[in-house]
T-cell receptor
Framework: DAKTTQPPSMDCAEGRAANLPCNHS???????VYWYRQIHSQGPQYIIH???NNETNEMASLIITEDRKSSTLILPHATLRDTAVYYC??????????????FGKGTKLSVKP | EAGVAQSPRYKIIEKRQSVAFWCNPI?????LYWYQQILGQGPKLLIQ????????DSQLPKDRFSAERLKGVDSTLKIQPAKLEDSAVYLC????????????FGPGTRLTVT
């Protein structure tokens, strides 16, 4: 089973920031938080990951709380093309099967004009 | 850089028939994954290869599903015989090495079993 809890759906106005929450209260010290998204009829796409510090790349920012029990993915200026299902995944940095990605149902983000 | 290629994109078969899906990973990626995604759910890992060896096939229904990656590059996933509940999108992904969470996914094959 997935180790994360996400809201099933969210709406965001185009051009505004989209803040997607994720709870992972049972995360252990060596587990990372990964975010993927899946646009309709496409395969999932890696967005960003982090351990304890906040991370930013060209796609998004990841804010992890100090106790690491929750995180927020931020899309700073959402566009219609950001409409997708967003998956938050907790994963150990192991090789072999221990490091496999376990997807939940994610959050369906709808960006509206 | 070319992405993960999969074919066919769509397939419709009758139950009890057999079907095969093909995947060509990103060049140089040693690890290859097959996932099954049922409508409304997240992808579920079926099998993971490291080069031409199986790392994890614990979720693969081995009575009807098989997969191979003989030369450590492209891979084939087969279902024989298919059941109605096998209707899903079959996704292939690859990564440079095992132990990384950055996986690159193909577009998937949508299978409909009637």
């Amino acid at each position: 089973d997935a180790k994360t809890t996400q809201p099933p759906s969210m709406d965001c106005a185009e051009g505004r920031a989209a803040n997607l929450p994720c709870n992972h209260s049972t995360i252990s010290g060596n587990e990372y938080v990964y975010w993927y998204r899946q646009i309709h009829s496409q395969g999932p796409q890696y967005i960003i990951h982090g351990l304890k510090n906040n991370e930013t790349n060209e796609m998004a920012s990841l804010i992890i709380t100090e106790d690491r029990k929750s995180s927020t993915l931020i899309l700073p200026h959402a566009t219609l093309r950001d409409t997708a299902v967003y998956y938050c995944i907790v994963r150990g940095n192991y090789g072999g099967s221990q490091g496999n990605l376990i997807f939940g149902k994610g959050t369906k983000l709808s960006v509206k004009p | 850089e070319a992405g993960v290629a999969q074919s066919p994109r769509y397939k419709i078969i009758e139950k009890r028939q057999s079907v095969a899906f093909w995947c060509n990973p990103i060049s140089g990626h040693a690890t290859l994954y097959w996932y099954q995604q049922i409508l409304g759910q997240g992808p579920k890992l079926l099998i993971q290869f490291q080069n031409n060896g199986v790392v994890d096939d614990s979720q693969l229904p081995k009575d009807r599903f098989s997969a191979e990656r003989l030369k450590g590059v492209d891979s084939t996933l087969k279902i024989q015989p298919a059941k109605l509940e096998d209707s899903a999108v079959y996704l292939c992904a690859s990564s440079f090495r095992t132990g990384t969470g950055e996986q690159y996914f193909g577009p998937g094959t949508r299978l409909t079993v009637t």
